[in-house]
């Protein structure tokens, strides 16, 4: 469905400003901040499940996370076997993996961000992206849409700096929940490089949470991959040992 003419969002009534979001931002800005506001937290753990559709065939991935604010975060996956204990750790701007069928830590850096993850549709580079979305873009109101029988802003984010994985992006938002249920990423040149679906949200913990998204790589020939959170704790509290290169090995 085509969105909206920006003419019309002056007769919808914007959702309620709160703190993070002042009257004195642009629209696009307010809204965007919401969604931070959201899905954020000084810290949280997850256990999920990652499923990868390719051309031959599907396999599941099941893993568990501690994320600490946006520097830190510390993954073991658990299933299947094969991959069992393999861990990746986040410091900063910097990436590490363990892998203990070779007992190999390795820092992964420049082309190797671009690496799938797993062999699904996510790139090293995406999980080292800033999750807090304002920080990276500037937010525009590009018009209003429906997706799933929810109402809907659609939003253009363009890049505030160099660099990033994804020049430009546009995005629907849940105009009650405040949560991304599409998203549309987008090279310099304008070439569409990955999708985001949003199939399930819960409201976990006070908060709206996407449980159920499929990531797409355009570019590849696979079906996607579908990412479930099976729980999901907020302002956890996590131990201090395992944002250490040592925690990789134990």
Same mark, same amino acid.
């Given at each position: 469905?085509?969105?909206?003419?920006?003419?019309?969002?002056?007769?919808?009534?914007?959702?309620?400003?709160?703190?993070?979001?002042?009257?004195?931002?642009?629209?696009?800005?307010?809204?965007?901040?919401?969604?931070?506001?959201?899905?954020?937290?000084?810290?949280?753990?997850?256990?999920?499940?990652?499923?990868?559709?390719?051309?031959?065939?599907?396999?599941?991935?099941?893993?568990?996370?501690?994320?600490?604010?946006?520097?830190?975060?510390?993954?073991?996956?658990?299933?299947?076997?094969?991959?069992?204990?393999?861990?990746?750790?986040?410091?900063?701007?910097?990436?590490?993996?363990?892998?203990?069928?070779?007992?190999?830590?390795?820092?992964?850096?420049?082309?190797?961000?671009?690496?799938? !993850?797993?062999?699904?549709? /996510? &790139?090293?580079?995406?999980?080292? =992206?800033?999750? #807090?979305?304002?920080?990276?873009?500037? %937010?525009?109101?590009?018009?209003?849409?429906?997706?799933?029988?929810?109402?809907?802003?659609?939003?253009?984010?363009?890049?505030?700096?160099?660099?990033?994985?994804?020049?430009?992006?546009?995005?629907?938002?849940?105009?009650?929940?405040?949560?991304?249920?599409?998203?549309?990423?987008?090279?310099?040149?304008?070439?569409?490089?990955?999708?985001?679906?949003?199939?399930?949200?819960?409201?976990?913990?006070?908060?709206?949470?996407?449980?159920?998204? !499929?990531?797409?790589?355009? /570019? &590849?020939?696979?079906?996607?991959? =579908?990412?479930? #959170?099976?729980?999901?704790?907020?302002? %956890?509290?996590?131990?201090?040992?395992?944002?250490?290169?040592?925690?990789?090995?134990?």
């Amino acid at each position: 469905m085509k969105p909206a003419p920006l003419a019309l969002l002056l007769l919808l009534a914007a959702a309620p400003a709160d703190a993070a979001a002042p009257d004195s931002l642009p629209a696009g800005e307010r809204i965007l901040r919401r969604v931070d506001a959201n899905i954020g937290s000084d810290s949280k753990i997850s256990v999920a499940t990652m499923t990868i559709r390719g051309r031959r065939g599907s396999r599941t991935v099941r893993s568990r996370s501690w994320i600490q604010g946006m520097a830190r975060s510390f993954t073991e996956y658990l299933d299947p076997p094969r991959e069992r204990g393999v861990k990746m750790l986040k410091l900063g701007d910097e990436l590490w993996t363990y892998s203990p069928t070779t007992d190999r830590t390795i820092r992964i850096s420049g082309h190797m961000l671009r690496q799938s !993850v797993m062999g699904s549709d /996510l &790139s090293y580079e995406d999980l080292m =992206e800033d999750p #807090v979305l304002n920080n990276l873009y500037t %937010a525009t109101v590009a018009g209003a849409d429906t997706l799933a029988g929810r109402a809907c802003w659609v939003l253009d984010l363009d890049a505030k700096r160099e660099g990033l994985a994804y020049h430009r992006r546009r995005v629907w938002v849940d105009r009650e929940r405040d949560v991304l249920l599409r998203e549309d990423r987008f090279a310099r040149s304008g070439r569409l490089l990955k999708t985001t679906e949003v199939r399930e949200v819960e409201r976990i913990a006070g908060r709206w949470v996407p449980v159920r998204v !499929v990531f797409r790589d355009v /570019l &590849s020939a696979g079906e996607g991959t =579908e990412f479930h #959170v099976e729980s999901i704790t907020f302002d %956890a509290d996590i131990p201090e040992h395992l944002f250490s290169k040592a925690a990789l090995r134990r």
